[in-house]
């Protein structure tokens, strides 16, 4: 029997995906689609302007687009709600549905660093679901959040490294695709010919949420990984899709850039009960040789988007080592994740207390 779910914000190019993901989904039938007041009481093929490379699944065409209200949400009696909208309306709407018992699995940044809410990237920290047993204090309900998408990427080809050789300084700077603005994101006149060196607030989220991703379980909820710090500079660039990011780590021993190649495509991952899951990628990263990739246009797509594609690895004095990253934003980064973090949730249900 397949769970119902509910995509909030499924207008945006994250609801969007996730209206992609959801259709025809093994697990999880998609029941309600909702959007700002404008378009509640279209079709959504009316009321969303589609930015998918794919066709729009015509089983959500005719689907009508509902007001993002709680009661009506409520009323539709879903099991997992998936959240994609700007940060101040999620906050909002995702305390109010895990008020009310729901399952929210929420793709904006607020409530993000919260102790007892896990942050999943679920190769990494699957094992952090666990710790969401302790919201029962504080609603009937269960909230996951997925994490920034750059930090999404970057904790992913960390892992590795961070096990086999431990980690004490990352210092990444970031070449950012437009679509992670949203669909009316950034203006062409500011990006055509162009290169933004800021995005608010983006480095403090960088920094932070992979501290946390690494972060220990105890008995309060997650606490900060202490043992390295993450330094990132962010720049906004002309492309449509996919992040790349330019990361420099200090170890803390000294490695041989074939060590670095074996366990990056080795990658023994954070094993729960989240083997063979519908969206989970065959190889998480992906190692190319070539001197000129990953490129956003010719890599995003590796392992349906779900793949990250780590290339350029090179050593540097003593305990540096550094490399490129690219990984899809609006997948690997946002929706394909949050899919992935249901997947796990489900598969673990018996353990979650839920
Ligand atoms: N894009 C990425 O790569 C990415 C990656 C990770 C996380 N995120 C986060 O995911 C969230 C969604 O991002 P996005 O890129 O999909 O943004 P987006 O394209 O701007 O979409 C926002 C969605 O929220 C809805 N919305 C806006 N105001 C609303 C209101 N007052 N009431 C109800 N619904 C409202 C919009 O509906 P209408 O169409 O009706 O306005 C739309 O469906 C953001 O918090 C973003 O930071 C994005």
Redesign the pocket.
């Known amino acids: 029997m397949k769970l119902n779910a509910i995509v909030?914000?499924?207008?945006?190019?994250?609801?969007?995906r996730l209206v992609y993901y959801l259709t025809n989904h093994p697990w999880f039938k998609l029941i309600g689609l909702?959007?700002?007041?404008?378009?509640s009481g279209k079709k959504y093929m009316d009321?969303?302007?589609w930015s998918l490379e794919n066709e729009m699944p015509k089983e959500v065409k005719d689907m009508i687009?509902y007001?993002?209200d709680i009661d009506l949400i409520t009323s539709l009696k879903p099991d997992v709600i998936f959240?994609?909208?700007?940060?101040n309306?999620?906050q909002f709407?995702d305390i109010e549905l895990v008020k009310r018992g729901f399952l929210v699995i929420s793709?904006?940044?607020?409530n993000r660093m919260e102790p007892d809410i896990p942050l999943l990237n679920p190769e990494v920290n699957a094992d952090h679901i666990f710790v969401s047993k302790l919201q029962k204090e504080r609603w009937k309900g269960r909230l996951f959040k997925?994490?920034?998408?750059v930090t999404?990427i970057l904790t992913l080809a960390l892992k590795p490294i961070y096990d086999d050789f431990g980690i004490q300084q990352v210092f990444v700077s970031t070449m950012q695709?437009l679509?992670?603005?949203?669909?009316?994101?950034v203006p062409s006149m500011a990006i055509l010919d162009n290169i933004i060196p800021y995005i608010e607030h983006e480095e403090e989220k960088i920094e932070n949420e992979s501290l946390k991703i690494f972060g220990y379980i105890t008995p309060k909820g997650i606490k900060l990984n202490d043992k390295f710090y993450v330094s990132p500079s962010v720049h906004r660039v002309n492309v449509l899709e996919g992040h790349l990011e330019s990361v420099f780590i200090k170890t803390e021993k000294e490695v041989d850039i074939d060590d670095i190649k074996k366990a990056l495509t080795e990658f023994k991952e954070n094993k729960i009960k989240n083997f063979d899951l519908p969206s989970k990628p065959k190889n998480p990263i992906i190692v190319r040789e070539e001197v000129d990739r990953p490129q956003p246009r010719l890599d995003r797509n590796e392992g349906n988007g779900m793949s990250v594609v780590v290339g350029r690895i090179r050593k540097d004095k003593k305990n540096w080592i550094k490399f490129n990253v690219l990984g899809h934003?609006?997948i690997r980064?946002?929706a394909g994740n949050g899919v992935l973090i249901a997947e796990t949730l489900l598969k673990n249900i018996d353990s979650l207390d839920i």
């Open positions: 909030v914000g499924s207008t945006g190019l994250v609801g969007q909702t959007a700002s007041k404008e378009r009321a969303v302007k687009v007001d993002t959240t994609a909208l700007p940060s309306m999620s709407y793709h904006a940044s607020n997925v994490p920034n998408c999404s695709a679509s992670g603005a949203g669909l009316n994101g934003n609006t980064g946002a």
